[in-house]
C-alpha cells in the first residue's frame, strides 16, 4: 500500500498492517494527502528493516539463512530422487506413491541422503 511519510504522524492513521488510514484505506495516490492532520502526541514509525529481516503484524521476523547457493539448489533439481524419483547412485526407481517424508536413502546401493 501507497504509504507517505506524513501518515505516522496524522490522526487519520489505522495504526494497521492492512489499512493506512480512516479516510484513505488504500493509501495515497500522489505523494501528498489533501486529508492530512497532524497529530500534536505522535512519533513518528521508523520503516528501516535489516537486511534478511522484514515485518509481520509490527513484529521484526528474521528470516532463515539459506544453506545453498541459487546454483546448488538448481543442480540438486538434476539428480536428488525428490525431484526425478530415481537413485541419483544406481539409477533404481523411487516409490513416488509413498515417498519418504525426510531421508533419501537407497535400499539398493549405498546411496545416503546427507543434505538434511
Not at 520503516?47 to 515485518?55: F, I, K
Amino acid at each position: 500500500m501507497p504509504k507517505i511519510p506524513e501518515c505516522d504522524r496524522c490522526l487519520n492513521n489505522a495504526r494497521s498492517p492492512y489499512l493506512v488510514c480512516a479516510d484513505h484505506p488504500t493509501g495515497s495516490e500522489d505523494n501528498f494527502c489533501p486529508d492530512f492532520t497532524p497529530d500534536p502526541n505522535a512519533e513518528p514509525e521508523e520503516l528501516w528493516e535489516p537486511e534478511g529481516a522484514s515485518y509481520y503484524d509490527g513484529e521484526l521476523i528474521l528470516q532463515p539463512k539459506q544453506r545453498w547457493t541459487p546454483e546448488e539448489q538448481l543442480e540438486r533439481l538434476d539428480y536428488h530422487p525428490m525431484f526425478t524419483g530415481r537413485c541419483p547412485s544406481c539409477e533404481m526407481p523411487f516409490d513416488m506413491k509413498n515417498t519418504p517424508s525426510v531421508h533419501w536413502d537407497c535400499p539398493h546401493c549405498e546411496w545416503v541422503d546427507d543434505s538434511v
